[in-house]
Protein backbone atom coordinates (compact mmCIF):
# COMPACT_ATOMS: atom_id res chain seq x y z
CA UNK A 1 0.00 0.00 0.00
CA UNK A 2 0.94 3.30 -1.14
CA UNK A 3 2.37 5.70 2.11
CA UNK A 4 1.49 9.23 1.71
CA UNK A 5 3.84 10.38 3.81
CA UNK A 6 6.48 8.86 2.06
CA UNK A 7 7.91 11.24 -0.71
CA UNK A 8 6.72 11.17 -4.77
CA UNK A 9 10.39 10.16 -5.62
CA UNK A 10 11.66 11.47 -9.44
CA UNK A 11 14.41 9.60 -11.29
CA UNK A 12 16.27 11.57 -13.66
CA UNK A 13 17.02 15.57 -13.86
CA UNK A 14 16.37 16.23 -17.08
CA UNK A 15 13.47 18.18 -18.93
CA UNK A 16 10.78 15.54 -17.96
CA UNK A 17 11.94 15.58 -14.81
CA UNK A 18 12.43 19.19 -13.97
CA UNK A 19 9.11 20.22 -15.92
CA UNK A 20 7.06 18.06 -14.22
CA UNK A 21 8.08 19.02 -10.94
CA UNK A 22 7.71 23.23 -12.39
CA UNK A 23 4.23 21.81 -12.87
CA UNK A 24 2.95 19.94 -9.84
CA UNK A 25 4.17 22.78 -7.50
CA UNK A 26 2.01 25.04 -9.25
CA UNK A 27 -1.16 22.36 -7.85
CA UNK A 28 1.11 21.53 -4.58
CA UNK A 29 3.83 23.34 -2.75
CA UNK A 30 3.99 21.24 0.08
CA UNK A 31 4.46 17.11 -0.58
CA UNK A 32 8.04 16.33 -0.12
CA UNK A 33 9.80 15.68 -3.26
CA UNK A 34 12.88 13.60 -3.79
CA UNK A 35 14.94 13.45 -7.00
CA UNK A 36 17.77 11.31 -8.26
CA UNK A 37 20.06 11.94 -10.89
CA UNK A 38 22.98 10.48 -12.56
CA UNK A 39 23.81 13.47 -13.39
CA UNK A 40 24.73 16.82 -11.62
CA UNK A 41 21.55 18.05 -11.56
CA UNK A 42 21.99 21.21 -12.72
CA UNK A 43 19.03 22.44 -15.15
CA UNK A 44 19.76 23.08 -18.96
CA UNK A 45 17.97 22.90 -22.56
CA UNK A 46 19.62 20.23 -23.99
CA UNK A 47 18.71 21.58 -27.47
CA UNK A 48 21.33 23.95 -27.23
CA UNK A 49 23.81 21.09 -27.06
CA UNK A 50 24.03 20.70 -31.02
CA UNK A 51 23.95 24.67 -31.53
CA UNK A 52 26.57 26.12 -28.92
CA UNK A 53 30.07 24.94 -30.52
CA UNK A 54 30.34 28.04 -33.32
CA UNK A 55 29.30 30.38 -30.40
CA UNK A 56 31.95 28.83 -27.85
CA UNK A 57 29.91 28.41 -25.28
CA UNK A 58 30.83 26.34 -22.28
CA UNK A 59 28.77 23.41 -20.77
CA UNK A 60 29.07 25.78 -17.65
CA UNK A 61 27.34 28.55 -19.72
CA UNK A 62 24.96 26.38 -21.00
CA UNK A 63 23.37 25.90 -17.38
CA UNK A 64 20.29 27.87 -16.51
CA UNK A 65 19.75 27.06 -12.98
CA UNK A 66 22.30 24.48 -10.86
CA UNK A 67 20.74 21.96 -8.62
CA UNK A 68 21.17 23.63 -5.61
CA UNK A 69 19.14 26.52 -6.77
CA UNK A 70 16.74 23.74 -7.92
CA UNK A 71 16.15 22.50 -5.49
CA UNK A 72 15.37 25.83 -3.25
CA UNK A 73 13.20 26.87 -5.48
CA UNK A 74 10.97 23.69 -6.00
CA UNK A 75 11.20 22.57 -2.40
CA UNK A 76 12.80 18.99 -3.51
CA UNK A 77 15.52 16.67 -1.94
CA UNK A 78 18.23 15.93 -4.54
CA UNK A 79 20.66 12.86 -4.93
CA UNK A 80 23.21 14.07 -7.82
CA UNK A 81 25.82 11.49 -9.04
CA UNK A 82 23.56 9.22 -7.86
CA UNK A 83 22.75 6.14 -9.76
CA UNK A 84 19.07 3.96 -9.16
CA UNK A 85 19.79 0.22 -9.29
CA UNK A 86 17.16 -1.24 -8.67
CA UNK A 87 13.58 -0.74 -7.98
CA UNK A 88 11.50 -2.48 -5.29
CA UNK A 89 7.41 -2.52 -6.42
CA UNK A 90 6.56 -4.57 -3.45
CA UNK A 91 8.04 -2.53 -0.90
CA UNK A 92 8.09 0.71 -2.68
CA UNK A 93 11.34 1.87 -2.79
CA UNK A 94 14.72 2.02 -4.62
CA UNK A 95 17.95 1.08 -4.48
CA UNK A 96 20.49 3.72 -5.08
CA UNK A 97 24.45 3.71 -5.48
CA UNK A 98 26.38 7.17 -4.72
CA UNK A 99 29.60 7.82 -7.15
CA UNK A 100 31.28 8.07 -3.93
CA UNK A 101 30.63 3.95 -3.35
CA UNK A 102 27.54 5.16 -0.71
CA UNK A 103 23.99 2.99 -1.03
CA UNK A 104 21.25 3.28 0.28
CA UNK A 105 16.76 3.02 -0.46
CA UNK A 106 14.45 5.20 -0.59
CA UNK A 107 11.15 4.56 -0.04
CA UNK A 108 8.10 6.34 -1.96
CA UNK A 109 4.94 7.25 -2.30
CA UNK A 110 4.79 7.70 -5.93
CA UNK A 111 7.49 7.10 -8.23
CA UNK A 112 8.11 8.74 -11.89
CA UNK A 113 10.97 7.60 -14.25
CA UNK A 114 12.18 10.56 -16.41
CA UNK A 115 15.38 8.29 -17.00
CA UNK A 116 15.34 9.93 -20.58
CA UNK A 117 17.54 7.62 -23.76
CA UNK A 118 20.86 6.47 -24.96
CA UNK A 119 22.39 7.15 -28.11
CA UNK A 120 22.35 4.52 -30.44
CA UNK A 121 25.40 2.75 -30.99
CA UNK A 122 26.51 0.52 -33.84
CA UNK A 123 29.38 -1.60 -33.51
CA UNK A 124 32.66 -1.34 -35.32
CA UNK A 125 36.08 -2.40 -36.17
CA UNK A 126 39.38 -0.91 -35.44
CA UNK A 127 41.68 0.24 -32.25
CA UNK A 128 39.82 3.53 -32.07
CA UNK A 129 36.37 2.46 -31.53
CA UNK A 130 36.05 2.80 -28.39
CA UNK A 131 36.86 6.79 -28.86
CA UNK A 132 33.39 7.68 -30.92
CA UNK A 133 32.13 10.22 -28.92
CA UNK A 134 28.43 10.62 -28.40
CA UNK A 135 26.78 13.99 -27.04
CA UNK A 136 23.56 13.41 -25.26
CA UNK A 137 23.96 15.26 -21.78
CA UNK A 138 25.92 18.76 -20.57
CA UNK A 139 28.96 15.88 -19.28
CA UNK A 140 29.10 14.92 -22.82
CA UNK A 141 29.60 18.19 -24.55
CA UNK A 142 32.04 18.84 -22.06
CA UNK A 143 34.19 16.15 -22.86
CA UNK A 144 33.49 16.77 -26.59
CA UNK A 145 34.13 20.61 -26.62
CA UNK A 146 37.53 19.63 -24.57
CA UNK A 147 38.89 17.67 -27.41
CA UNK A 148 37.76 19.79 -30.02
CA UNK A 149 40.64 21.88 -28.75
CA UNK A 150 43.20 22.49 -31.12
CA UNK A 151 41.21 20.06 -34.04
CA UNK A 152 40.09 20.49 -37.22
CA UNK A 153 38.45 17.76 -38.87
CA UNK A 154 34.99 15.72 -37.65
CA UNK A 155 33.57 12.67 -39.16
CA UNK A 156 29.97 12.39 -38.03
CA UNK A 157 28.14 9.23 -38.33
CA UNK A 158 24.13 9.82 -38.52
CA UNK A 159 22.06 12.40 -40.95
CA UNK A 160 19.72 12.59 -38.93
CA UNK A 161 18.12 15.95 -36.78
CA UNK A 162 20.72 16.14 -34.55
CA UNK A 163 23.72 14.79 -36.79
CA UNK A 164 22.67 17.59 -38.82
CA UNK A 165 22.38 20.39 -36.50
CA UNK A 166 25.88 19.15 -35.19
CA UNK A 167 27.05 19.56 -38.66
CA UNK A 168 25.75 23.11 -39.33
CA UNK A 169 26.98 24.20 -35.62
CA UNK A 170 30.76 22.88 -36.21
CA UNK A 171 30.77 23.51 -39.97
CA UNK A 172 29.76 27.23 -38.79
CA UNK A 173 32.46 27.24 -35.82
CA UNK A 174 35.18 26.66 -38.93
CA UNK A 175 35.47 22.78 -38.26
CA UNK A 176 35.79 20.68 -41.66
CA UNK A 177 33.02 18.36 -41.48
CA UNK A 178 32.34 14.56 -43.59
CA UNK A 179 28.60 13.66 -42.83
CA UNK A 180 28.17 9.57 -43.46
CA UNK A 181 24.33 8.01 -43.65
CA UNK A 182 23.55 4.51 -44.92
CA UNK A 183 20.10 6.44 -46.53
CA UNK A 184 20.69 8.02 -49.38
CA UNK A 185 19.68 11.63 -48.29
CA UNK A 186 19.95 13.58 -44.98
CA UNK A 187 17.27 13.44 -42.68
CA UNK A 188 15.49 10.25 -44.41
CA UNK A 189 13.17 9.85 -41.65
CA UNK A 190 11.68 13.92 -41.58
CA UNK A 191 11.91 15.39 -45.29
CA UNK A 192 10.88 14.27 -48.99
CA UNK A 193 13.89 14.16 -51.02
CA UNK A 194 13.67 17.63 -52.47
CA UNK A 195 14.05 19.52 -48.97
CA UNK A 196 16.76 16.93 -48.00
CA UNK A 197 18.83 17.60 -51.05
CA UNK A 198 18.23 21.99 -50.70
CA UNK A 199 19.48 21.11 -47.19
CA UNK A 200 22.66 18.90 -48.76
CA UNK A 201 23.24 21.54 -51.00
CA UNK A 202 23.56 24.65 -47.95
CA UNK A 203 25.53 22.75 -45.80
CA UNK A 204 28.17 21.44 -48.63
CA UNK A 205 28.06 25.25 -49.31
CA UNK A 206 29.24 25.72 -45.54
CA UNK A 207 31.91 23.01 -46.32
CA UNK A 208 30.23 19.80 -45.52
CA UNK A 209 31.48 16.94 -47.35
CA UNK A 210 28.42 14.09 -47.86
CA UNK A 211 29.08 10.12 -47.86
CA UNK A 212 25.40 8.33 -48.62
CA UNK A 213 24.10 4.92 -48.63
CA UNK A 214 27.40 3.85 -46.47
CA UNK A 215 28.17 3.22 -42.91
CA UNK A 216 31.63 3.19 -40.61
CA UNK A 217 33.34 -0.16 -40.68
CA UNK A 218 36.56 0.86 -38.33
CA UNK A 219 38.15 3.42 -36.42
CA UNK A 220 41.70 3.17 -36.16
CA UNK A 221 44.32 5.58 -34.80
CA UNK A 222 46.97 6.85 -37.41
CA UNK A 223 49.54 8.57 -35.47
CA UNK A 224 47.67 11.81 -34.43
CA UNK A 225 44.71 11.20 -36.61
CA UNK A 226 41.93 8.88 -36.83
CA UNK A 227 41.11 6.57 -39.86
CA UNK A 228 37.53 6.02 -40.87
CA UNK A 229 36.77 3.33 -43.14
CA UNK A 230 33.65 3.01 -44.38
CA UNK A 231 31.34 0.23 -45.71
CA UNK A 232 32.20 1.28 -49.32
CA UNK A 233 35.79 1.15 -48.90
CA UNK A 234 36.81 4.48 -48.65
CA UNK A 235 39.29 5.81 -46.45
CA UNK A 236 39.00 9.20 -44.81
CA UNK A 237 41.07 11.11 -42.12
CA UNK A 238 39.47 12.89 -38.76
CA UNK A 239 40.70 14.33 -35.71
CA UNK A 240 37.39 12.87 -34.34
CA UNK A 241 34.35 10.92 -35.09
CA UNK A 242 30.82 11.72 -33.73
CA UNK A 243 27.80 9.32 -33.40
CA UNK A 244 24.69 10.47 -34.17
CA UNK A 245 22.78 7.43 -34.56
CA UNK A 246 19.62 8.17 -33.18
CA UNK A 247 17.84 7.44 -29.64
CA UNK A 248 16.83 4.32 -27.67
CA UNK A 249 14.50 4.60 -24.16
CA UNK A 250 16.05 3.81 -21.31
CA UNK A 251 14.29 0.57 -20.23
CA UNK A 252 16.61 -2.03 -18.56
CA UNK A 253 15.77 -0.25 -15.26
CA UNK A 254 11.75 -0.50 -15.81
CA UNK A 255 12.51 -4.02 -17.07
CA UNK A 256 14.24 -5.33 -14.25
CA UNK A 257 10.89 -4.68 -12.00
CA UNK A 258 8.71 -6.29 -14.61
CA UNK A 259 7.30 -2.88 -15.47
CA UNK A 260 5.93 -3.58 -19.10
CA UNK A 261 8.13 -1.94 -21.83
CA UNK A 262 8.17 -2.12 -25.33
CA UNK A 263 10.27 0.48 -27.34
CA UNK A 264 9.60 2.36 -24.49
CA UNK A 265 8.50 2.03 -20.98
CA UNK A 266 4.58 1.82 -21.69
CA UNK A 267 2.28 3.74 -19.91
CA UNK A 268 -1.36 4.68 -20.40
CA UNK A 269 -2.50 8.44 -20.76
CA UNK A 270 -2.85 9.02 -17.41
CA UNK A 271 1.08 8.12 -17.91
CA UNK A 272 0.95 5.10 -15.20
CA UNK A 273 2.67 1.77 -15.94
CA UNK A 274 1.84 -1.04 -14.95
CA UNK A 275 2.66 -1.26 -12.06
CA UNK A 276 0.72 0.66 -8.83
CA UNK A 277 2.07 4.18 -7.97
CA UNK A 278 5.01 4.07 -10.84
CA UNK A 279 4.61 6.61 -13.40
CA UNK A 280 6.92 7.52 -16.80
CA UNK A 281 7.27 9.98 -19.01
CA UNK A 282 9.95 12.02 -21.23
CA UNK A 283 12.12 10.44 -24.07
CA UNK A 284 11.58 6.90 -22.21
CA UNK A 285 8.31 6.87 -21.84
CA UNK A 286 6.17 5.33 -25.18
CA UNK A 287 2.21 6.54 -24.53
CA UNK A 288 -0.05 4.13 -26.99
CA UNK A 289 2.95 3.26 -29.30
CA UNK A 290 4.12 6.61 -29.84
CA UNK A 291 7.57 7.24 -28.66
CA UNK A 292 8.67 11.01 -29.17
CA UNK A 293 11.62 12.30 -27.91
CA UNK A 294 10.90 15.82 -28.30
CA UNK A 295 10.51 19.21 -25.85
CA UNK A 296 6.82 19.73 -26.47
CA UNK A 297 5.18 15.96 -25.94
CA UNK A 298 7.04 16.49 -22.43
CA UNK A 299 5.10 19.97 -21.75
CA UNK A 300 2.22 18.32 -22.90
CA UNK A 301 2.90 14.83 -20.49
CA UNK A 302 4.23 16.72 -17.73
CA UNK A 303 1.02 18.78 -17.11
CA UNK A 304 -0.62 15.39 -17.43
CA UNK A 305 1.14 13.81 -15.10
CA UNK A 306 2.04 16.79 -12.53
CA UNK A 307 -2.20 17.17 -12.04
CA UNK A 308 -2.36 12.92 -12.09
CA UNK A 309 -0.05 13.02 -8.92
CA UNK A 310 -1.75 15.39 -7.05
CA UNK A 311 -4.72 13.11 -6.98
CA UNK A 312 -6.92 15.02 -10.05
CA UNK A 313 -8.22 13.57 -12.70
CA UNK A 314 -6.54 14.26 -16.41
CA UNK A 315 -6.01 12.43 -19.63
CA UNK A 316 -2.80 12.91 -22.27
CA UNK A 317 -3.73 14.32 -25.39
CA UNK A 318 -1.14 15.27 -28.24
CA UNK A 319 -2.02 17.57 -30.64
CA UNK A 320 -0.02 18.43 -33.73
CA UNK A 321 3.68 18.60 -32.78
CA UNK A 322 5.99 20.21 -35.31
CA UNK A 323 9.89 19.54 -34.62
CA UNK A 324 11.89 22.77 -35.39
CA UNK A 325 15.79 21.37 -36.79
CA UNK A 326 17.97 24.12 -36.01
CA UNK A 327 19.97 23.75 -39.14
CA UNK A 328 20.39 27.94 -39.96
CA UNK A 329 22.27 27.32 -43.26
CA UNK A 330 18.42 26.32 -44.19
CA UNK A 331 16.06 26.29 -41.60
CA UNK A 332 13.79 23.88 -41.97
CA UNK A 333 10.14 23.01 -39.64
CA UNK A 334 8.68 19.68 -39.65
CA UNK A 335 6.09 17.24 -38.89
CA UNK A 336 6.42 13.76 -40.41
CA UNK A 337 3.41 11.75 -41.25
CA UNK A 338 2.99 9.00 -38.91
CA UNK A 339 5.01 5.87 -39.46
CA UNK A 340 3.77 3.50 -41.60
CA UNK A 341 1.08 6.06 -43.28
CA UNK A 342 -0.07 6.00 -47.04
CA UNK A 343 -0.22 8.47 -49.13
CA UNK A 344 2.30 11.22 -51.11
CA UNK A 345 4.22 14.22 -51.12
CA UNK A 346 3.68 17.27 -53.33
CA UNK A 347 6.67 19.97 -53.08
CA UNK A 348 5.83 23.82 -54.25
CA UNK A 349 8.91 25.75 -54.60
CA UNK A 350 8.36 29.15 -53.39
CA UNK A 351 11.24 32.16 -52.93
CA UNK A 352 13.74 31.49 -51.04
CA UNK A 353 12.19 27.91 -49.24
CA UNK A 354 10.36 24.87 -50.65
CA UNK A 355 6.72 23.15 -48.51
CA UNK A 356 6.32 19.71 -48.64
CA UNK A 357 3.04 18.54 -48.20
CA UNK A 358 1.91 14.49 -46.96
CA UNK A 359 -1.63 13.76 -47.88
CA UNK A 360 -2.71 10.40 -47.48
CA UNK A 361 -4.82 8.39 -49.77
CA UNK A 362 -8.03 10.34 -48.41
CA UNK A 363 -6.24 13.76 -49.45
CA UNK A 364 -5.91 14.97 -45.63
CA UNK A 365 -2.95 16.27 -44.87
CA UNK A 366 -1.41 14.38 -42.54
CA UNK A 367 2.53 15.49 -42.22
CA UNK A 368 4.39 18.64 -43.84
CA UNK A 369 8.40 19.97 -44.04
CA UNK A 370 8.74 23.47 -44.41
CA UNK A 371 12.38 25.10 -45.85
CA UNK A 372 13.19 28.66 -45.43
CA UNK A 373 10.57 31.27 -46.01
CA UNK A 374 8.38 28.55 -45.79
CA UNK A 375 8.24 28.07 -42.18
CA UNK A 376 6.57 30.94 -42.19
CA UNK A 377 3.28 28.95 -42.78
CA UNK A 378 3.93 26.11 -39.69
CA UNK A 379 1.12 27.73 -37.74
CA UNK A 380 -1.29 28.16 -40.77
CA UNK A 381 -0.82 24.36 -41.69
CA UNK A 382 -0.60 23.08 -37.91
CA UNK A 383 -4.22 23.97 -37.31
CA UNK A 384 -4.72 21.19 -40.34
CA UNK A 385 -3.42 18.17 -39.30
CA UNK A 386 -5.41 15.37 -36.91
CA UNK A 387 -3.70 15.27 -33.35
CA UNK A 388 -1.49 12.80 -32.56
CA UNK A 389 -3.31 11.53 -29.51
CA UNK A 390 -6.88 13.06 -29.52
CA UNK A 391 -8.73 13.74 -25.92
CA UNK A 392 -10.33 10.85 -24.44
C1 LIG B 1 21.71 17.32 -29.21
C2 LIG B 1 20.21 17.28 -29.04
C3 LIG B 1 19.43 18.27 -29.62
C4 LIG B 1 18.04 18.25 -29.48
N1 LIG B 1 17.28 19.21 -30.07
C5 LIG B 1 15.94 19.20 -29.92
C6 LIG B 1 15.12 20.22 -30.50
O1 LIG B 1 15.61 21.11 -31.18
N2 LIG B 1 13.77 20.17 -30.30
C7 LIG B 1 13.17 19.19 -29.55
O2 LIG B 1 11.95 19.19 -29.39
N3 LIG B 1 13.93 18.20 -28.97
C8 LIG B 1 15.28 18.20 -29.14
N4 LIG B 1 16.04 17.22 -28.56
C9 LIG B 1 15.37 16.23 -27.70
C10 LIG B 1 15.09 16.79 -26.29
O3 LIG B 1 16.21 17.50 -25.85
C11 LIG B 1 14.74 15.63 -25.38
O4 LIG B 1 13.51 15.10 -25.82
C12 LIG B 1 14.63 15.98 -23.90
O5 LIG B 1 15.66 16.82 -23.46
C13 LIG B 1 14.60 14.68 -23.08
O6 LIG B 1 14.40 14.96 -21.74
P1 LIG B 1 14.25 13.77 -20.69
O7 LIG B 1 14.13 14.43 -19.35
O8 LIG B 1 13.21 12.81 -21.12
O9 LIG B 1 15.62 12.96 -20.78
P2 LIG B 1 17.11 13.37 -20.31
O10 LIG B 1 17.35 14.81 -20.45
O11 LIG B 1 18.02 12.43 -21.02
O12 LIG B 1 17.12 13.05 -18.76
C14 LIG B 1 17.20 11.74 -18.25
C15 LIG B 1 17.71 11.81 -16.84
O13 LIG B 1 17.64 10.52 -16.23
C16 LIG B 1 18.83 10.27 -15.50
N5 LIG B 1 18.95 8.83 -15.31
C17 LIG B 1 18.79 7.85 -16.23
N6 LIG B 1 18.93 6.64 -15.65
C18 LIG B 1 19.16 6.85 -14.33
C19 LIG B 1 19.38 6.01 -13.21
N7 LIG B 1 19.36 4.68 -13.30
N8 LIG B 1 19.60 6.59 -12.00
C20 LIG B 1 19.61 7.94 -11.86
N9 LIG B 1 19.40 8.78 -12.90
C21 LIG B 1 19.18 8.25 -14.11
C22 LIG B 1 19.90 10.93 -16.37
O14 LIG B 1 21.06 11.17 -15.63
C23 LIG B 1 19.16 12.24 -16.74
O15 LIG B 1 19.26 13.19 -15.70
C24 LIG B 1 17.44 17.21 -28.71
C25 LIG B 1 18.23 16.21 -28.12
C26 LIG B 1 19.61 16.24 -28.28
C27 LIG B 1 20.46 15.16 -27.66
Redesign the pocket.
Known sequence: MSNPAQPICI????????TLIREYRKINAEHPITL????A?DFY???M??TAIAGQKSAEQLVTSPATKMAEQFNLVIHTH????QIDPAHQKIS?MSNNGQSFDIEYSQLVL????D?IRIPMNGNASHEVQT???LQDYARFRKQLDGKKKVVILGAG??GC??ANDLASGGYHVELIDLADQALSRLLPKPIAQALEQRLSSLGVLWHLGVSIQSVSHDGDQLQVILTNGEVIQADLVLSALG?AP?IQ?AKEASITTNRGIVVNRQLKTNLQNIYS????AEVEGHVL????P?MQAARTLATVLAGQEASLAYPAMP????TPALPLIVSPPPIGSTGSWSINELEDGIEGLFHNDRSELIGFALAGSATSQRANLTKLLPPILGST
Open positions: IGSGLAAYVTQEGSKPLSTTVKVALGAQVNDLIEFLRLLGDCPYVMIVMIK
